[in-house]
């Protein structure tokens, strides 16, 4: 009797196309370096996605150039530019346009993927922190720091120059609700889950102060 030949066939892989599988390296990797920071190994990586090392370097030919990708897709791509155009609406009161813009930005900042790759650039020393530290001095805190002169009927920044002790008094504001999400997120400490009463009460006591801080004149040191 005959003996019936059993074939084996291999799987093959999925062949897409290569814009979708660009985006695919690209979602994979910021989940692999969210986990294990940079020092992840592009080896691990392809693994995890199922394709070769050679097949990923072919879409992005150094380490560098996919990190950097990461940092663009986590970081930059997600800003809304319309948020510094709602902090200068002046129709509205400035306590609710700061409430605003500290709620949207949440929505984008405090998640898993985003603090973490942001915690393990900056440990690496990546440049990318420094510029995204820029920007959102310069496209965000500014303005809203003029927009708290004009509250407080002071003279604009054109008028008087922003000062470094100014800004470093928003970047109180700012840091403190990142570290809100650093706390929830990393260190899965016990917060008030109530986003909105935390981001009202911070914005209170933020204007409040800064008053005192002015002291009707921005020249003070």
Not at 178 to 187: E, G, L, S, T
Request: with cysteine.
């Amino acid at each position: 009797m005959a003996k019936l030949k059993v074939v084996k066939r291999q799987a093959k892989r999925r062949r897409l196309e290569p814009k979708v599988r660009e985006q695919q390296i690209v979602e994979e990797a910021i989940q692999f370096f969210a986990e294990v920071g940079f020092t992840g190994r592009t080896r691990e990586l392809a693994k995890r996605i199922g394709i070769t090392q050679p097949l990923l370097y072919r879409y992005f030919p150094t380490k560098e150039e996919l990190i950097d990708r990461v940092f663009d897709e986590v970081f930059i791509r997600p800003l809304d530019r319309n948020w510094a155009e709602r902090i200068v609406d002046r129709s509205k009161p400035l306590d609710e346009r700061l409430k605003a813009f500290y709620l949207d930005y949440a929505k984008t900042v405090h998640r898993y993927e985003w603090i973490r790759i942001y915690m393990f650039s900056g440990l690496m020393g990546n440049p990318v922190n420094r510029r995204y530290i820029r920007m959102i001095e310069d496209e965000f805190l500014k303005p809203i720091c003029a927009e708290v002169r004009h509250h407080c009927n002071l003279p604009s920044a054109e008028v008087v120059p922003i000062k470094d002790m100014e800004l470093e008094q928003f970047w109180i504001l700012h840091g403190g609700l990142f570290y809100y999400a650093v706390r929830k997120n990393i260190f899965h400490s016990r917060v008030d889950n109530d986003y909105l009463k935390v981001v009202t009460m911070a914005i209170q006591i933020f204007l409040e102060g800064i008053k005192t801080s002015y002291n009707g004149d921005v020249n003070n040191e």
